[in-house]
């Protein structure tokens, strides 16, 4: 392990800004999910189902609009890609904590849609303004700052819900989102080779590719040969159909594809998680300690994001998220706030290293002109993931209780992931039998 990466890059001032902007970008959104579940349990009346379902189209909007922004960000430049979204956020959030539920359900799509792409934007720019040898570290850094983020948003959004309101909450969502997209455009991050800030060869993705492909095909690390396969065949028969088919993806190699089921099933079990929290806190009468949990859960998660950026063994992301998603289900036994805070913490070690994981792979997997687009499919990835776990876990816990909502969605994560490596496993060996 190599903890000085983190200082010889912490000491680069553009980086150092881009992730402090980052933060205090990701800071709305790091609320949002909190005060709509209370939203719609505390303020509306309804139950977790509901909350979940609005949380559900949120982030449908996200996934639907995350390629697009992204691909805007490639051909027509950050600054104007940004505008629909600093638009959006401020009016859209200030206006749906006024609405019934069926309207509250359209403005979470439609605020999902043009959300302000925070996720893709960062670790693009990242990728530009850092050599393959220091990617992982710098997004290993941009996780650490996502949980710092995690451990205050959640915290302010419960005190905010029950000392003020939801409403104002939400509309301080919206109004900071806004002001967060317009401190992005003046910083202007480069997001292409070339442009101020950017490293030269800082994307080149031909030698990182191979280490990935390598690393992946490892027994070291239980992973696909598809990474080797998909790489080393440029011209794979996945390739040339969705390059006929879709046009636009003939950058979605099998590689790629299994990266984007880790970020589904990583946003799954984060986003039950989520819900599950709130609903142990809210039924024991000790809601707005939220922050209490969401300090200890985030704070794992940045310990392991640290010793995992200073790591040099490549471990694949499917593999985190299955002891991630294992971990995930002891927190069903949590009785009150301090129960549920020492349970957070195994689970949130793997939180970071997952996310830090399966970026790092999309970075060294795609060509610097399609990465925008492929961050965005990535989100969208991650956000459709959370659309899932959100409702779900809601239905486990409006059927059975909390312990139910962490249990599904801990063991749906362990049952993605033993799929996926058994499935690899059997692809594997067919291609060494064949060759």
Do not use: K
Not at 28 to 41: F, I, K, N, R, Y
Not at 281 to 308: I, P, T
């Amino acid at each position: 392990m190599d903890f000085a990466l983190y200082g010889q890059l912490w000491r680069r001032r553009p980086v150092r800004n881009l992730l402090l902007v980052a933060m205090v970008a990701r800071l709305p959104h790091s609320a949002a999910g909190v005060l709509l579940t209370l939203h719609v349990v505390q303020t509306l009346g309804l139950g977790y189902g509901a909350a979940g379902a609005v949380a559900a189209l949120l982030t449908i909007g996200i996934a639907l609009g995350a390629p697009w922004r992204g691909r805007r960000v490639d051909t027509a430049g950050l600054r104007v890609a940004l505008i629909p979204s600093i638009v959006a956020e401020a009016v859209v959030w200030s206006i749906a904590p006024h609405l019934n539920y069926p309207g509250l359900l359209v403005a979470a799509l439609v605020g999902g849609v043009f959300a302000l792409p925070i996720f893709s934007v960062v670790r693009q720019s990242l990728g530009v303004m850092t050599t393959p040898e220091q990617r992982r570290t710098a997004f290993a850094l941009d996780s650490i700052g996502t949980e710092v983020t995690f451990m205050v948003g959640p915290a302010a959004a419960a005190l905010v819900a029950v000392h003020l309101s939801t409403a104002i909450g939400l509309t301080a969502v919206g109004v900071s989102a806004a002001l967060a997209g317009l401190a992005l455009v003046w910083f202007n991050p480069p997001t292409r080779s070339g442009q101020p800030g950017s490293v030269a060869g800082g994307m080149a993705p031909t030698t990182d590719r191979d280490d990935v492909a390598s690393s992946l095909e490892s027994a070291e690390s239980a992973a696909p040969a598809e990474v080797a396969a998909g790489q080393a065949d440029g011209a794979s028969g996945l390739r040339r159909l969705l390059g006929r088919a879709r046009g636009g993806l003939g950058w979605l190699t099998v590689a790629v594809a299994v990266i984007l089921v880790v970020a589904a099933g990583a946003g799954m079990v984060l986003s039950g998680t989520d819900v599950g929290i709130v609903a142990v806190l809210r039924g024991n009468g000790q809601g707005e300690q939220l922050g209490f949990v969401f300090f200890a859960w985030c704070l794992a998660s940045l310990v392991g994001g640290l010793v995992y950026g200073a790591m040099t063994l490549r471990i694949h992301p499917l593999v985190l998220l299955l002891l991630m998603s294992a971990l995930t289900v002891p927190m069903g036994f949590a009785t009150d706030v301090w129960s549920l805070s020492l349970l957070a913490l195994p689970a949130g070690l793997l939180c970071a290293p997952t996310l830090s994981a399966a970026s790092e792979a999309v970075a060294a997997l795609v060509d610097e002109n399609r990465r925008g687009e492929a961050m965005g499919w990535y989100g969208s990835a991650l956000t459709a993931g959370t659309a899932l776990g959100s409702p779900f876990t809601g239905i486990m816990i409006d059927a059975a209780g909390p312990w139910a909502g962490f249990a599904g969605i801990g063991i749906g994560g362990v049952v993605l992931c033993a799929a996926g490596l058994v499935a690899q496993g059997v692809r594997r060996r067919r291609r060494t039998l064949a060759g």
